[in-house]
């Protein structure tokens, strides 16, 4: 499996714990995604899951889940996830550049929708999660590459 991988989906909210709606294209500024609720001067400015993941997920469960459900800002498609790694660099050919710096965190149970209507999350284990290092655009179906440091 390469280092190249796509954006299945590009996902925002006005609001944390709550689905993301899919949008065609964002501005990543230095705090994150614009218009979204993480953005901020943190380490989880912008979150990732793999469509791959999400598939499994809704068919083990039986519920039909959407792109930007468990609240990732971006769905990726085409890399195992676990390849995303802490310290790993994710660019884009347009100079764009997210480091990622945690893999997994605590669920939010009850203030979390899918855990609501299933009792199970997968971001505890399948979330990852980056700052920005260099500013730019990205629109669904962009490119991403995978380097190992930055």
Sequence with gaps: MGNKFTIFSLN???EKG???IPVDAVKVTSAGFESDAHSGNW?????????ESVVDFSSRSGITIKPGDFGENITTEGIDITRLTPGSVITDARGLRLEVTQVGKECHGDDCTIYRKVGNCIMPKRGVFCRVLTPGHLHRGDILELSKSN
């Design 18 to 20: 709550t689905e993301k």
């Design 43 to 51: 380490h989880r400015q912008i979150s990732l899951l793999d469509q």
């Design 12 to 14: 925002i909210s006005p």
